[in-house]
């Protein structure tokens, strides 16, 4: 178990300007509720892009060893070159985070609780994983207005994944966020005026946050349907393929540790 310490000021004033974001936005509209642009362009198919095309990156001991502490992990010449060999996937989700529309086209009530879970594990190595190294890599390299926007387009991401189908997407955007304000709050005194600025004005472009009841709420309905669906068409093998998905998302949400199915 981890001892408690006592939270950095860099991180509790970004707390701080979180919170005045979310209390100042509350009304704003969902970009997942919103109606979906004429032209038909989609953020998340973007985003699924940008998932796919990331490498590999547990092939790696060097690199696996630096995305279990992406934050604080030494940018040496293997994680700067996993980085460069991401720069398509960072630029999928920059354009993508420029999308006023985001809808993941998960129908949890008709597919069950499980569809979003190989997303979601995909998002998990995105935000956590490659995002902390790539903004940090630009923030050394004096970059600062690069490392600024994959920062920022960072916590779009979390947000929409939030906003998605079910409370475990929930989970990943607090979790991230956190990950995020860490991330921020170890460099905040080093950063310039102007990324200080560009990271406040980030905060003031996002939605508003979804509350964990409604969500929950939400997922009882949802599942309960598909659940009813399952057992009158006697796809219960369904249930299956979605506990092999849970197992692999769980050791993600806890930061480490082994999949239960291949």
């Not at 973007?46 to 547990?58: G, K």
């Not at 998960?106 to 597919?111: A, E």
């Not at 998002?123 to 923030?139: H, K, Q, S, T």
Request: hydrophobic letters at 45%; a positive charge.
């Amino acid at each position: 178990m981890k001892a408690f310490s006592l939270i950095p000021l860099p991180v509790l004033a970004l707390w701080l300007l979180v919170a005045t974001w979310q209390a100042a936005s509350w009304a704003a509209p969902s970009p997942e509720t919103a109606s979906p642009p004429s032209s038909g362009a989609n953020a998340a198919l973007y985003y699924y892009q940008a998932f796919e095309l990331m490498p590999p990156t547990l092939k790696s001991r060097t690199i696996s060893g630096a995305l279990q502490s992406g934050t604080h992990y030494p940018l040496n010449k293997a994680v700067q070159a996993y980085v460069r060999a991401s720069r398509n996937s960072l630029r999928l989700a920059r354009f993508a985070a420029g999308m006023p529309y985001c809808n993941w086209g998960h129908d949890v009530s008709r597919w069950g609780p499980f569809t979003q879970l190989p997303e979601l594990t995909k998002a998990i190595d995105f935000e956590r994983n490659l995002i902390p190294l790539a903004v940090r890599l630009a923030w050394s390299q004096g970059h600062w207005n690069t490392a600024t926007k994959d920062f920022s387009n960072s916590l779009v991401l979390a947000h929409r994944l939030g906003q998605g189908d079910g409370s475990i997407g929930l989970i990943i955007e607090y979790q991230t966020e956190i990950k995020l304000a860490e991330l921020v709050g170890i460099h905040l005194m080093a950063l310039p005026p102007a990324a200080i600025s560009s990271l406040q004005a980030a905060f003031t472009r996002l939605q508003a946050p979804t509350s964990a009841a409604k969500m929950l709420a939400g997922d009882a309905q949802a599942h309960l349907l598909w659940l009813r669906r399952a057992v009158r068409t006697n796809h219960l093998k369904h249930l299956w393929w979605g506990v092999c998905w849970w197992n692999k998302l769980l050791p993600r949400l806890s930061d480490g540790g082994e999949y239960a199915c291949a």
